[in-house]
């Protein structure tokens, strides 16, 4: 059985950094693209970042040149590294991945790890 264990959150003062991780175990045959999505209370989950098996980013315009992602494929983990945080990040931030497993291609969720940015 895959899962998505994540960890580093916590709560932060505006302007700090966090580096959040996000490692995929079980029986994994390859795996996609990899993502980072949060969901503040009273709001939608939305992407914040995503990079796919060949290194491609992409990234939300509000976190752009904020934050980064990466990913080593060796460790079946991505990273997201969160610089100049902000009060608005303040969120539940889950780790999303397209896996090939014993269960054929599926999609990935973890359990969420809370960010909290105080100003």
């Known amino acids: 059985q895959v899962q998505l264990v994540e960890s580093g959150g916590g709560l932060v003062q505006a302007g700090g950094s966090l580096r959040l991780s996000c490692a995929a175990s079980g029986s994994i045959f390859s795996i996609n693209a990899m993502g980072w999505y949060r969901q503040a209370p009273g709001k939608q989950r939305e992407l914040v970042a995503h990079?796919?098996?060949?290194?491609?980013?992409n990234y939300a315009d509000p976190v752009k040149g904020r934050f980064t992602i990466s990913r080593d494929n060796a460790k079946n983990t991505v990273y997201l590294q969160m610089n100049s945080l902000k009060p608005e990040d303040t969120a539940v931030y889950y780790c999303?991945?397209?896996?090939?497993?014993?269960?054929?291609?599926?999609?990935?969720w973890g359990q969420g790890t809370q960010v909290a940015v105080s100003s």
């Open positions: 990079i796919t098996s060949g290194g491609r980013k």
């Open positions: 999303n991945a397209d896996i090939n497993g014993n269960e054929g291609e599926r999609d990935y």
